[in-house]
């Protein structure tokens, strides 16, 4: 129903910074919940950031909350992830989707469509 593309990736020294971008075409989902996920070299696909329409209610998981904003702009059809202090650990592949439901949620089977992905490389 939407297509999404991440943009913003790149390489980037530790304590640097990136703002990634994902855009959707096709189909708006201003109702919809939508994620960040990430895929370290060699591990499975995490969550990261979460956030609703209804209320922008947010979900942070734990190794990168006081690092990261998720937020989101209808009007451009866009969701943006701020990361600052990156580290060598943050490098993956990034990805954005939009779930199913109107309420947060961070199971991979409630995210109907994914994004590419964007590489985010941290150097020591």
């Known amino acids: 129903q939407v297509q999404l593309v991440e943009s913003g990736g790149g390489l980037v020294q530790a304590g640097g910074s990136l703002r990634l971008s994902c855009t959707a075409s096709g189909r708006t989902f201003s109702n919809y919940a939508m994620a960040w996920f990430r895929q370290p070299p060699g591990k499975v696909r995490e969550v990261l950031a979460a956030?609703?329409?209804?209320?922008?209610?947010?979900y942070y998981t734990d190794s990168v909350k006081g690092r990261c904003t998720i937020s989101r702009d209808n009007a451009k059809n866009t969701m943006y992830l701020q990361m600052n202090n990156l580290k060598p650990e943050d490098t993956a592949v990034y990805y954005c989707?939009?779930?199913?439901?109107?309420?947060?949620?961070?199971?991979?089977?409630?995210?109907?469509?994914w994004g590419p992905g964007t590489q985010v490389t941290v150097s020591s």
């Open positions: 989707a939009v779930s199913r439901r109107f309420a947060l949620t961070t199971s991979l089977a409630d995210f109907a469509s």
């Open positions: 956030i609703t329409w209804i209320g922008s209610n947010t």
